[in-house]
Each structure stands twice: as C-alpha cells, then as structure tokens.
C-alpha cells in the first residue's frame, strides 16, 4: 500500500487535496479528501446589517457569487418573512438559469475537458473525417466545415511550433486512459476554442439585470433594483438573443459531445466507475406555474429510485468532529493541527482532524448533491418537463439511468440540465411579457426596516449550479448575530466523522484504478466530474514522504 496525495488540486475557488491509499495494482482503497483554506466569512457577516448579507456572503466565491448573493438574500426575506413579488422572482431566476448554463458550460469544456482529450493526438487528424464524424452524434453539428478544422489545427500546430501549448501545456498527454481518436479530439478542441466565446456573451446575459458578472448587484432584501431593465424590450430581447445563441451551442456542440464521449466510456460508466455511494439529495424549485417545477426536491437513498423520501431540511445536521473546529459552549471554533511531519494529512487516528470542511449529514447520512442529483431526483419523480430530455438522451447513448451515477454520467446530467434549462428560460421570459402587459410591473415587497422584527432567525435551501447551497441566519437587535453557509461542496467533498463514512468525492475516489500513480489522471477525473472549482498543482508522495514528482495543471 502506498499514500498518493494530490495537494492544492486548485482552481478558482479554494484549495482542495486528496490523498488515495493504493495497493500495487494501484488500486485505491481509501481516500482522504481536504479543504485546505479556511473561508471565515461567516464570521465577517457577524455584527452586520442583514441587509448587506447578500453582498458580503456573495464573496465568499467568484465562481458562485450570484449564488450565494441569492442564498443570503432570501435566507434574510425568510427570517422577516417577507414575500417578494413574481417578477423580482422570475428576474432572479433568469440570472440564475444563466449561470447554471454558464457554469456547466464552462466546467465541462475549460476545467474538465483535458481530462479526457489528448490535445497532442487531434494534431494528426484528418478534417473530412473530423466533418463526418461529427455528423455521428448531431444533425446539424456545430462549426463543422473542413475549413474551420483547418484553422483549428492551424493554431494548435502554431501553439507547438512556438514550443509551448499555452493553455493546453502540463497535461498527462499520451496517457493510456485517454480513448478519444485523432478526428474526436479535434471536434471537442474545436468546441473548446468556441465555448469561449460562449462564456463571454452568457456573461453579458447575466449582466443585463445583474449590472455587471461576476459580483452581480441587483438583488436586495425585498426584490430586484432592475426595473429600467426589466421594462425596455430592447434589453429584454438582448438576453433572449444570448440564450438563443447559447441553446444553439448546447444543442449542436456541449449534447453531442457528452453522447460522444458516453460512447467511448460506456463501459467505464456501466461499471459505475467514478459512483459514490448512491445517495442524492435535491431540494428542488424554480416553479414556472402552480404545478411545475424546474427541479423535484427529493432525498434518495443507495440508488432506491423507487422510494424517494421528501426533503425536510429539519434533518440537515453538520459534524466537526473529523474538521479543523472545536465546540467551546455554543460556538465553534477554529482548531487547526498541522500535518503530520512526512507531509501527509493526519488520519491515523479515528477522530483525527483533516480538513477544513465540515460534514453535513442528512438524517445522519453523507449525500451527493448537485446536476446528477437533480436529474435523477426529477427524473425518478416523474418531473414531465425533464423526462423526455433524459429519455432521449438514454436512448441515443443506449445506456440506463443508472449509469448516469458514475463519472461520465455526472457530466452527462450537466449537458441535459443546460438544455432543459434553456427550454424553461423562454417559458420564464413570456410569463415576465405577459405580467408586463397586464401592468403588473412590481419588482419589490414595500417594508419599513424599522418595523421589522428585531430578533428572528431564518434559512434558505436553493439549488445552484453545483448542488445543493443553504444559508442560515440569526438576528439580534437587528444585526447578524451568526451565519451560516453549507455550499454544495461541502456536502460532496466532506470529510469523514466519527461514523467513518466517507463522503461524496472520497467515495467515489475508493474502488478506481490508477494505472500510473505519477500521473493520477483518474484521480483528478473522479474530482473533476462534481466541479470543485480548482485551480490544479499536484504533486505526488510516497508513504515515506519522498517527493516522486509535481505536475502542475493550468486551467483557464
Ligand atoms: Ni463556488
């Protein structure tokens, strides 16, 4: 047995390390994974006015800012009870739905997708068969002209000449687990270069009623600021102009790339390869009229889709005892214990400390949150507006629902949930059209501040990108007295407590093979598939501490 420990695998929003305990055939039987950067805005929010809490907890991610600038927006309407009006809704939605796209997109073709695509193997592939290897999983596919792989390759081969690969230097090239041909690597490098594009105008889509992305500014306790916007059909048709533009991607490019890469990993996905433990979790929401949802909220235990357990938040609870915290009468704090002296994480010891994580439990289980989740949750509660979205594509891919639950799959559920979700965009914006017009154009619940309550407690559960967000919050004298977040990746990436069960990602870790522990791609694809937001450094330790090697990984 020997300890592979992957630390910072970094992005974006913090650093995460794993450590995988593997035998000889390199196969992984533990897993340890970490948090390793104390967040603390929590403790920044204490003593504030509420009504600053979405700006500041909006801080606490740049990838998720308007996810968590929603989450303590609404957690602080639930503490005064206050209803906001069905347009402010419908406005924060439409910001909302667009980073769910944004985000997905984003996460599969820049923070992902190198873990399945040698891009030194598309240089040696041939454009006419590219062009019509590509017509195999779409209609009308997108960018598919011969000229276009011309130019693609073009620019790969200057990125080479010149020595470097820029974005696409440091990666495993030539490793055995990458299964793509030459033509099927050129496609989704091609995809790659226009989801860039892609990235840009989503962004503007979110801006039109965010006033600027990331670190939007129109949500307040009470409603949106963006009236001007919502009432000028030029901005109005300037957002559904993206979304159109952006479906169109999805539909020609991000679907059929997913059915082809479900083509060449069937038998990894229906070996479950990348599964965890079979426990989802989705709060569900975003209705659309009184019977229709977006998302099914619905609990699901061991893969039993059968029985599906309704959601009750009473039974969230999060541990500290395996987390760098310690209980000091009601309050927790911070008890960090350093690594042990090879390097390795602390984890000898049934109560030892390794993370800065803390462990939520649902009814005292760990939980997967996040795209799968809602599509299987959905799917299995017969949500009729996603049915025929996973229908199609099971068919198209022959595979099972199941499946779905492994590493592929994970992604997969992504690209079926940004499809359906652009689907459910255009239905938002003509329910927005028709309020208009029956002058219904209110966009804030009227309230005096001083005649709110002065102590009251209140908790928002919302689905974000990822999974899963949750803010609690309790006021005193009118002021922030504690504050709490469970993001989505808290739940997936928790460390284990005093139960020894293992959460999402360092379940989904045990039981994979790594074929070659210098360059642990299928690590970082496991990690990779329920978007941590990472920033990628790695290197890698034997038991005895020696350093075998560092890789970095840059991503954009
Ligand atoms: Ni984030």
Request: aromatic share 10%; net charge negative; charged share 25%.
């Amino acid at each position: 047995m020997k300890k592979v420990v992957i630390d910072p695998i970094t992005r974006i929003e913090g650093h995460l390390r794993a450590e995988v305990v593997v035998d000889e055939a390199g196969l992984v039987h533990e897993a340890y994974v970490s948090g390793q950067l104390f967040r603390g805005i929590e403790i920044i929010l204490q003593g504030r006015d509420p009504r600053d809490a979405g700006l500041l907890a909006g801080r606490i991610c740049g990838v998720c800012t308007n996810s968590h600038f929603r989450g303590a927006v609404t957690c602080v309407e639930d503490a005064y009870k206050i209803e906001i009006p069905k347009n402010a809704e419908i406005i924060r939605d439409l910001m909302t739905m667009a980073l769910f796209i944004q985000d997905h997109v984003v996460h599969f073709y820049h923070l992902h997708l190198l873990d399945f695509v040698d891009v030194t193997s598309a240089l040696s592939a041939d454009v006419k068969a590219t062009s019509k290897e590509a017509h195999k999983y779409a209609v009308r596919p997108f960018r598919n002209s011969h000229t276009h792989y011309e130019a693609v390759l073009e620019r790969l081969s200057n990125f080479v000449k010149a020595g470097k690969l820029g974005p696409f230097a440091n990666g495993y090239w030539g490793h055995n687990a990458y299964k793509l041909t030459p033509e099927q690597n050129l496609i989704l490098i091609s995809h790659y270069l226009e989801a860039l594009k892609f990235q840009t105008n989503i962004s503007k889509a979110i801006a039109i009623f965010g006033g600027k992305t990331p670190h939007p500014q129109s949500f307040v306790v009470g409603g949106v600021t963006s009236v001007a916007d919502m009432l000028n059909p030029q901005r109005l048709n300037d957002y559904l102009f993206i979304i159109k533009e952006a479906k169109d991607f999805i539909d020609r490019a991000y679907l059929p790339d997913m059915k082809l890469l479900v083509d060449a990993y069937k038998e990894e996905m229906q070996a479950g390869v990348g599964r965890a433990n079979g426990n989802f979790l989705s709060v569900g929401g975003y209705a659309f009229d009184k019977e229709t949802h977006l998302f099914d909220g619905g609990v699901v235990f061991n893969h039993d889709f059968a029985n599906i357990e309704a959601f009750d938040g009473s039974k969230v609870s999060e541990e500290i005892d395996r987390a760098w915290y310690k209980k000091v009468g009601d309050t927790e704090e911070v008890c960090y214990t350093d690594l042990n002296e090879d390097g390795s994480l602390k984890t000898e010891k049934n109560d030892d400390k390794y993370s800065w994580i803390k462990a939520p439990r649902y009814g005292g289980k760990t939980m997967e949150c996040g795209p799968l989740a809602r599509v299987l949750v959905s799917y299995s509660q017969n949500n009729r507006l996603i049915r025929s979205f996973v229908d199609e594509f099971l068919q198209a891919c022959d595979i099972k629902l199941i499946d779905l639950s492994s590493t592929v799959g994970r992604n997969a559920a992504r690209a079926i949930e940004s499809s359906y979700i652009c689907e459910y965009i255009f239905k938002l914006v003509s329910n927005l059209i028709q309020n208009i017009k029956y002058y219904d154009t209110d966009t804030w619940a009227r309230y005096r501040f001083e005649e709110l309550p002065k102590e009251t407690k209140g908790g928002a559960f919302l689905e974000v990108p990822r999974g899963v967000l949750s803010h609690f919050v309790n006021i005193k004298e009118q002021k922030i007295a504690n504050y709490s977040v469970i993001a989505p990746t808290t739940w997936n990436a928790s460390p284990k407590g005093l139960d020894g069960l293992r959460g999402a990602y360092e379940e989904a870790l045990v039981g994979i093979k790594i074929e070659d522990t210098s360059k642990p791609l299928e690590v970082l694809r496991v990690l990779h598939s329920f978007d941590p937001c990472l920033a990628c450094a790695v290197h890698v330790l034997d038991t005895k501490g020696k350093e075998l090697g560092r890789y970095k990984i840059k991503t954009l």
